[in-house]
Each structure stands twice: as C-alpha cells, then as structure tokens.
C-alpha cells in the first residue's frame, strides 16, 4: 500500500509540473504576442500624423489579427503585461482594452465585423490625448479644476481627429467620442446617458475603467484586479450597462487571474485560473517556499474547501515572493476562458 501511495503522489507531482509547465509556455507564448502587438502599435501612432489612411490601415491588421487569435483558440488566453515605463503606458493601455473589450463582445455573441470595429474603437479610444499637454496626463498630483475641464475634452478631440483620418467607420468614432459616457449620465463630455450610448462604447467604458483602476493614474494608485472589480461593482454599477458589467465580472471572476490573496490560513496565493461554478473559489498557485517554484502546489479551492480572506496588492509582497509568484516581471493580469465555455 505504501508503494501504491508514493506511486500516486509521485505521479500527482509529475502530472502537477506538466500543467504548470504548460501555463507557463502559454504566458510565454503570449506575452510574445503582446509585446508585438504594443510594438505594432507604437508604430501605427507614430504613422498617425505624417500617414493617417496607412495608419488606420495598419489598425484594421492589427485588431484583425487580434479577432482570429481569440477567436482561433477556445483557450484563448490574451496575457496583459503591465510594463509601467510612463511614455509608454498608453500604448500598453490600448492593447489591454483592445484585447479584454474583444473577450467581452465574444462572451456577448457580437459577429466578427461588430469584433472588429470594438477593437479598432478600443484601438484608438484615446486619440484624443494627442492634443492634452503631456504635463496634464503625466501629473502626479490631482488636476485642477480648469486642467480637469480640458482633459475631459479628449473624447471630442479624438473624434474630431478621427473624422479627419476619413476612414475610420462611424462606429468606431462613436466609441472615441462616447467611452467616458455612463449609463447614469455622469460621464463627460456631453452627460449622455442609456440609449445614447451604443454597445461598442459601453463595453470600452467598462474595460477602460478596469485597466486604469489596475494601472493607477495621476496621484491615485493602482489597485489590485479584485479591488478595482470590487469598486467597480459595489461603488459605481449605475455607471455602467449591467449586461455589460455582469458579463466582463462572470468571466474575470471576482478575483481575476493575477490577483493575489491570503487564504483563510494565512497563506498567501496567486489566482491562475477562474472556477466557473463558483467564482469566489478559483484555482490557486500556492506560495510554498520550501518547494521550488516550478513544482508550487497549484489548488482548487472548491475541493479543498478553502475561502479567500482578502486580495493584496503587489506593494504587500516581499521580493522572494514576488519572484516565486513569478510577479517580479510585473504581470498584472490576464484573462484565460472558462473551460468548456460556448462562445
């Protein structure tokens, strides 16, 4: 019988490091792709001036490829890697909203050519900030009321920049000019609220609070993934469809891969993957510094009847278990579908 169990453990641990094995070439897989992706894009925002038809032609490429690649894998898994260099963060930034938006108008059965304008809308959302003073949207501190009135300005700036491009679609232009629009009609520029407000821009508006929440901006830091899912839902839901809102929170999970936690006994974990049937109990790596990081133990919190006490945020951790949670290349969050989910 002993033999018979330290056969089963042994092949429990052999089975343990494929699977993480696997994820780990997968992150790598697609941490590749998004660094290309962000390259991509630097060069397509550089075009935009000098070349703006090729520009939106290099868009419609990228976005295009982004559709078959999610659309190509059930797995799908879009890594989102935040690399805070500060010149950089906005081509960071697109990527991410470009690649969670599609993920959300996929789980809501929105045809490949509506895919393609919520990309392209995601793609150049922020536009506008091409005519805000970098001194305003690089700020430390919080902006004045007159810096704030003419920040809030960049929806209509980028849609005025977007209609002289002269190809980009209306529906795309809508997202540029509305995705700081809310559902109550708190948003900015114009106070829009319900109808006004199509489903392309009001998925962007959902997944670009979430990005910017998680990358912190101006004197406000950035949160954990479960914070900022958590202030979004409790503090502001009016803001946003609920349909929209349900959908992106159903498949993050309330504690999205990437975010960090304490179980109930004190040990501190990193949320890999989601469990479907019960959100509030996802499947952990565990921090174990006695056993080396590519043989972590990785559980199902479902099975092993353990709750999350609370979510951390990255500033909680020392560096050894930074580097063991593999979060010292600061990877912030990403997304892999539910397994055996429809799209």
């Given at each position: 019988i002993k033999d018979d169990l330290t056969a089963a453990l042994w092949e429990e641990k052999k089975n343990r490091i494929r699977v993480l094995k696997e994820r780990r070439s997968r992150l790598n897989q697609c941490s590749?792709?998004?660094?290309?992706?962000?390259?991509?894009?630097?060069?397509?925002?550089?075009?935009?001036?000098?070349?703006?038809?090729?520009?939106?032609?290099?868009?419609?490429?990228?976005?295009?490829?982004?559709?078959?690649?999610?659309?190509?894998?059930?797995?799908?898994?879009v890594q989102l890697v935040n690399l805070k260099h500060q010149d950089e963060n906005s081509y960071f930034h697109a990527i991410n909203v470009v690649a969670l938006a599609l993920v959300i108008g996929q789980k809501l059965n929105l045809e490949k050519t509506q895919l393609r304008?919520?990309?392209?809308?995601?793609?150049?959302?922020?536009?506008?900030?091409?005519?805000?003073?970098?001194?305003?949207?690089?700020?430390?501190?919080?902006?004045?009321?007159?810096?704030?009135?003419?920040?809030?300005q960049h929806p209509r700036y980028g849609a005025e920049i977007a209609r002289r491009i002269g190809t980009l679609p209306p529906g795309v232009i809508e997202v540029i000019a509305k995705h700081h629009e809310h559902a109550d009609g708190s948003g900015y520029p114009e106070g829009l609220k319900g109808t006004d407000i199509g489903l392309l821009t009001r998925i962007v508006t959902v997944v670009n609070r979430y990005d910017n929440l998680c990358n912190g901006s101006g004197s406000e830091p950035g949160l954990s993934p479960h914070?900022?899912?958590?202030?979004?839902?409790?503090?502001?839901?009016?803001?946003?469809?609920?349909?929209?809102?349900?959908?992106?929170?159903?498949?993050?999970?309330?504690?999205?891969?990437?975010?960090?936690?304490?179980?109930?006994?004190e040990r501190i974990a990193l949320v890999i993957s989601l469990n479907p049937a019960d959100l509030l109990k996802p499947?952990?790596?565990?921090?174990?510094?006695?056993?080396?990081?590519?043989?972590?133990?990785?559980?199902?919190?479902?099975?092993?009847?353990?709750?999350?006490?609370e979510s951390l945020h990255q500033s909680d951790l020392n560096q050894d278990q930074l580097e063991y949670l593999n979060l010292s290349d600061k990877l912030s969050y990403y997304f892999q579908s539910p397994q055996g989910s429809s799209r």
């Open positions: 590749k792709h998004y660094t290309q992706s962000v390259g991509m894009v630097r060069k397509l925002m550089a075009h935009l001036r000098a070349a703006p038809a090729q520009a939106a032609e290099e868009a419609q490429a990228l976005v295009v490829q982004m559709v078959d690649e999610l659309t190509a894998d059930q797995e799908a898994t304008l919520l990309g392209m809308g995601a793609l150049f959302h922020d536009l506008g900030h091409q005519q805000i003073p970098t001194q305003i949207l690089l700020k430390k501190e919080p902006l004045t009321r007159p810096e704030q009135k003419l920040y809030e914070q900022a899912i958590s202030r979004m839902y409790s503090k502001e839901r009016q803001s946003y469809d609920p349909k929209v809102l349900t959908t992106f929170i159903t498949n993050l999970g309330v504690y999205p891969p990437g975010t960090v936690v304490r179980l109930q006994d499947h952990v790596l565990l921090y174990s510094p006695e056993i080396p990081k590519e043989e972590a133990p990785v559980l199902n919190l479902a099975e092993e009847e353990l709750t999350i006490r």
